[in-house]
């Protein structure tokens, strides 16, 4: 929606209400709906429903339309969080299979409570992109033509089919020819398509046929191939700045809106107030719209050329400091009875992850006399202990005083180096610095560990079919599957045990990636004796834990697996892995996405960086090679030179162990909190200034809320003291004893000083009520009844919420 809104909104009234005159007669159809078509292994489900509501709210708020069916035409794979849609790429043996088998669509059940809906593969039956072989009508096509018409006659007749379609009332053309007395020909849509699959479903039960023919799946559809040697599976790690630079607005633009709404809390003459229910009228428009864009399958996929890569960038950089603006000067009135020239240099520190913050490394330099104000915002809607980072001048002083309470400490065992919480001990060996054990103390399990880096070498130019190894954005092939270590030189790490955290925290530093001997894909892998047995598990964009199994490629009916590809064909998108057997777990979340497998049993890997020097023939038509400079500019469809050396990327991963069958719980409890990290504003003002704070503290909830429920959203809308708010269970079913349950929360005692008087639970995107929707949608599984939802969990402002399970209520508060 995001070109479409580009080109509409710019249209003259007149053709704006030909535009609408033509969606009315079903002439002009939406499909997806979203800003863009977001892609499905390298977004995270906070951006896939940001994106989504943007691209909705801008056609009902415009042009009343709310689409109903999904439709993602060029992903290179489908998550199980998607659901719902028609689908376009899957691997090439799936699809081989499917069309052998004449199943090529089916119904999904990849949702917690195992709801049923319909997918079909659009171009299952050729034609890719566009219409099937012989079935092309347009003038330019090279079909040969239908019975009854010569070539020429048909290229003539097609034109005036066009015309008369355009100009019908319902969208059917009539059209005679000496086989047939009379062929009614109506141009299809995703929509109209699944209205009629529905109806050969219900028609089959109504005759008592039996259920129409339907292949039922309960998975994901990765990883995508579309040869012997061709994963899509590079891509997951591709352009890792840009993919944390997403993570990082994402996670600003929920807590923006969190504190956007605080204002309710403000007299009305301080409030910023959106004084029209437009679709783009709020003040944090600019990074709503940059994050929508960049979610999409060419985006923070790591897909596209360097100069668009450096536009994505661009734009999230220029939604984050108008965000900035707004967010700060809305935390000075909140915060201060008057804040007329007190804490005006107010900030967030954007570079924060280059150690750069300009307001603190000036006020602590030496003989400075400046204090330094820290606000720090929690976004999670529950209460949290963390240590934050905050960069000061390198010549002062150490000022900060010593933290209280709870302390990691620090022992030298000679060969070996012990620290260690009240929950984990790490051994390192003192000669290397990496880890050699991992102690959950509190769960009695150790679990002993070789720490290693390195590298895969990327494919040379004169591999077979030019199919680099992850050799730009999407596919791999691996000239070989040995992994080459990685003892000193560009890649550092730092490691971290927290007071008080269940996790050991590594921060690594790698690059400039050396090239002179051809291009490398970094990994980070980490060896122990766990018994795995061949299975791992990752996350869906965030949400549902996928099992995985080596070697088995995630394809209907009888599978190919290619033993010349044994890394490449493992590879997962990940934002957390683990491995676990009947005593032991052990895994990984990491900061943004990145490609991930269980290569041998007992491992993890996860690649953090990847520098290529050829292209794979895939559409981006240049190198994965990123450098400090830039590039030269050039046409968008030409190799501009590289500039500089190397790019630097610094990441964070956290390290979990804990007992067999306890990974996805373990995982659970840190996942929100690496999307949503602490938000800390800095201020400085002259020692001994007298700083008129209101109070301390801020919040609009009056008390934490449970450890596996998460406000997702929460949004202030047009109206008055109306708000749109989401609210997750984070824990799927039989992950932990307790927290796996289903929740009830009250919202009439959620909210500060405020009453609820309204609500009404809407869909996910907010542009219907859940209760319409419900009655119309279609009823997929009629033997089981899987379709139905729970639709008395809202009773007297009391929310019911299952595992997995969001849901999203307009509320309004008084």
Known sequence: MKFFSKWYLALPPVLKSSLKELIKKEQFSFANGGWCMHDEAATHYMGMIDQTTLGHQFLLKELGVVPKVGWQIDPFGHSATQGGLLT???????????????????????????????????????????????????????????????????????????????????????????????????????????????????????????????????????????????????????????????????????????IESMQAYL?????????????????????????????????????????????????????????????????????????????????????????????????????????????????????????????????????????????????????????????????????????????????????????????????????????????????????????????????????????????????????????????????????????????????????????????????????????????SGNYYPVNSIFIEDTVHSFGCVVDRSQGGASLTDGTLELMIQRRTLYDDARGVGEPLNETDIGITPNPPYDNAERLGEGVIVKGHHRMIVGKGGSGASKMRGIMDSVFSQPHVFVASAPSGTAIPFKQATLSMLQTSLPDNIMVISFVALGEENTYLIRLGHQYGPNEDTSLSRQVEIDLHKLFVNKKLTSVQEKTLSGNQMRADWEARRFQWDCTKGDYLLSRDNLRDGHVVLKPLEIRTYEIVLS
């Open 267 to 567: 007299p009305k003459d301080q409030r910023i107030r959106i004084t029209t229910d437009a679709w783009n009228a709020s003040p944090l428009y600019e990074l709503d719209d940059a994050m929508g864009v960049v979610q999409h399958h060419d985006g923070v996929s790591g897909t596209s050329k360097q100069h668009v890569a450096y536009d994505y960038a661009k734009r999230i950089a220029g939604g984050m400091n108008k965000a900035n603006s707004f967010v700060t000067d809305a935390l000075r009135k909140l915060l201060l009875n008057s804040n007329e020239g007190v804490l005006d240099n107010l900030t967030y520190c954007l570079l924060n992850n280059e150690t750069i913050c300009t307001v603190s490394q000036e006020a602590s330099r030496e003989g400075s006399k400046e204090d330094i104000y820290v606000i720090v915002y929690n976004a999670l809607a529950k209460e949290r202990h963390e240590v934050v980072s905050l960069p000061i001048d390198s010549s002062s002083y150490d000022f900060v005083e010593k933290l209280g309470g709870e302390q990691s400490d620090w022992n030298d065992m000679g060969d070996e180096i012990v620290m260690s919480n009240d929950i984990l001990s790490v051994t390192f060996d003192q000669s290397t610095g990496v880890i050699t054990s991992i102690t959950n103390l509190r769960d009695g399990i150790t679990v002993n560990v070789e720490q290693q880096y390195g590298f895969y070498k990327s494919a040379f130019k004169d591999a077979p079919m030019n199919f680099g190894l992850q050799r730009t954005g999407k596919t791999q092939e691996r000239t070989s599957s040995d992994l080459q270590l990685i003892k000193r030189g560009w890649i550092k790490q730092i490691a971290r045990l927290l007071p008080g955290k269940d996790f050991v925290e590594i921060e690594y530093i790698v690059g400039p990636v050396p090239i002179d001997d051809g291009g490398k894909e970094v990994v980070s892998k980490w060896t122990t004796s766990i018994a795995s047995d061949g299975q791992f598990f990752t996350d869906s964009n965030g949400r549902e834990f996928q099992k995985r199994k080596r070697g088995d490629h995630n394809v209907f009916g009888p599978d190919q697996p290619n033993s010349d590809e044994p890394v």
């Open 88 to 258: 376009a790429q899957i691997h090439y043996v799936d699809l081989q299979n499917r069309q052998a088998a004449a199943e090529c669509e089916g119904l999904w059940k990849s949702a917690p409570d195992n709801s049923s809906v319909f997918w079909g593969l659009t171009g299952s039956y050729s034609g890719n992109y566009g219409a099937p072989d012989g079935f092309c009508f347009d003038a330019l096509c090279a079909d040969d033509p239908l019975v009854g018409l010569e070539k020429d006659a048909l290229k003539r007749e097609s034109g005036s089919l066009q015309m008369h379609w355009a100009a019908s009332d319902n969208g059917e053309i009539k059209l005679w020819s000496d086989r047939f007395d009379k062929v009614n020909i109506f141009y299809s849509t995703p929509e109209r398509y699944t209205h009629c699959k529905y109806a050969d479903l219900v028609n089959a039960k109504t005759s008592g046929e039996g259920s129409a023919r339907t292949n039922t799946i309960q998975r994901d559809w990765f990883p995508y191939a579309d040869c012997d040697h061709c994963y899509w599976t590079g891509y997951f790690t591709s352009r890792q700045g840009l993919k944390r630079m997403e993570r990082v607005g994402s996670s600003f633009l929920h807590a923006a809106r969190q």
